[in-house]
């Protein structure tokens, strides 16, 4: 049974920083992991993916301020999160791709608000 679960949300100024983290339970191997968000009265949308050969896409809306990171050794992964604006309020989901078999998995969600 694999688990991901989220932590580092919580309420921050605009401007400020946050650094979220997924750990992942279970010995599996993840072939992609990234993070998602969804807004209220929104569709969940990318915002980060890493492969395992640390190749990473961003969002546009993202890029030059987020920068993700994994860290293969304890199965975590990492969003650093710079210069959040009220536009980056959204629940936050970790997501994880097996290397093999191809299973997907995500993290229950975790909560970030920008607002002053």
């Known amino acids: 049974q694999v688990h991901l679960v989220e932590s580092g949300g919580g309420l921050v100024q605009p401007g400020g920083s946050l650094r979220l983290s997924c750990a992942a339970s279970g010995s599996i191997l993840f072939k992609v992991m990234g993070w998602y968000r969804q807004a209220p009265g929104k569709q969940r949308e990318l915002v980060a993916v890493?492969?395992?050969?640390?190749?990473?896409i961003y969002a546009d809306s993202v890029k030059g301020r987020f920068t993700i990171a994994r860290d293969n050794g304890k199965n975590t992964l990492y969003l650093q999160m710079n210069m959040l604006s009220p536009e980056d309020t959204a629940d936050y989901y970790c997501?994880?791709?097996?290397?093999?078999?191809?299973?997907?998995?995500w993290g229950q969600g975790t909560q970030i608000t920008v607002s002053s």
């Open positions: 997501y994880a791709r097996a290397l093999l078999g191809g299973n997907s998995y």
């Open positions: 890493i492969s395992s050969e640390d190749s990473t």
